[in-house]
């Protein structure tokens, strides 16, 4: 009875060290979308979930994991779009859904090529980070927890 039970014990462990492994080596964030204000203080960076389940972001950070001076998700669909901004307050920002990084949750298939898939050309909903900093930003880093795993994408912004 105890070889039993140390076989099971053993098979649900490699098990979970292969979904770690699984989910860790592919990690569910598509970029999708660059964009870059010309002074080079505002980006935009187009996101969505390739993964099975929510992704919740946690955090953003720039050039060398500096806290930018203002940070949201926007929340906007395929018709819409999505703006670079100086300003989020802004008269033209606010039909672009900016909201609290805190306060986004990323679901599942609002990727780029799961919106392609769809024949029906649904209105999807799309995100995008939005960064604004006192210098110019070349590096943006998105921290964001999937299935309770914490991940970090850098994103390179070409000038």
Excluded: C
């Amino acid at each position: 009875m105890k070889k039993k039970r140390w076989i099971f014990t053993l098979i649900i462990v490699i098990a979970a060290v292969g979904f770690y492994s699984f989910i860790k080596f592919n990690p569910p964030i598509e970029v999708n979308t660059l964009g870059m204000s010309q002074s080079q203080n505002s980006v935009v960076v187009g996101i969505g979930n390739t993964g099975f389940s929510k992704m919740k972001i946690l955090n953003v950070s720039v050039n060398n994991n500096e806290k930018p001076v203002e940070a949201k998700v926007q929340v906007s669909n395929d018709s819409t779009g999505l703006i670079i901004t100086e300003d989020f307050n802004s008269k033209e920002a606010r039909e672009f859904g900016f909201t609290d990084i805190k306060g986004v949750t990323i679901p599942t298939k609002t990727s780029f090529s799961e919106r392609e898939k769809d024949v029906d050309n649904k209105n999807y909903e799309i995100y995008g980070i939005s960064a604004l900093h006192n210098k110019a930003i070349h590096t943006v880093y998105i921290k964001y927890r999937y299935l309770g795993i914490s991940f970090e994408e850098k994103v390179s912004i070409d000038s």
